[in-house]
């Protein structure tokens, strides 16, 4: 499986990198060495939290809103 970051240059120096398909997950390192190393780490970590199946409600509706 390959997922795309997007990395940044921190202003106090160093690397971040955020994962636009993953909300939330983002990290930080001194080096793209370790950047790379934070971010393979975030990225399991992120995919390891349980995600509750939704409710089947066959009166339920789903919204998408842009905020």
């Known amino acids: ?9 921190a202003e ?5 990198a955020e994962v ?5 997950c983002a990290t930080q390192g001194d080096t793209m ?3 790379l190393a934070n ?7 992120c995919l390891a939290v349980p995600v509750d199946e939704p409710l089947d409600d066959p009166e339920g ?3 998408e809103i842009a905020v």
């Open 33 to 35: 060495d370790e950047l």
């Open 39 to 45: 971010l393979r780490e975030a990225i399991t970590g």
């Open 20 to 24: 636009p398909s993953i909300p939330g």
């Open 12 to 16: 106090e120096g160093g690397f971040w």
């Open 61 to 63: 509706q789903i919204l």
């Open 1 to 9: 499986m390959t997922i795309q970051a997007i990395v940044h240059k």
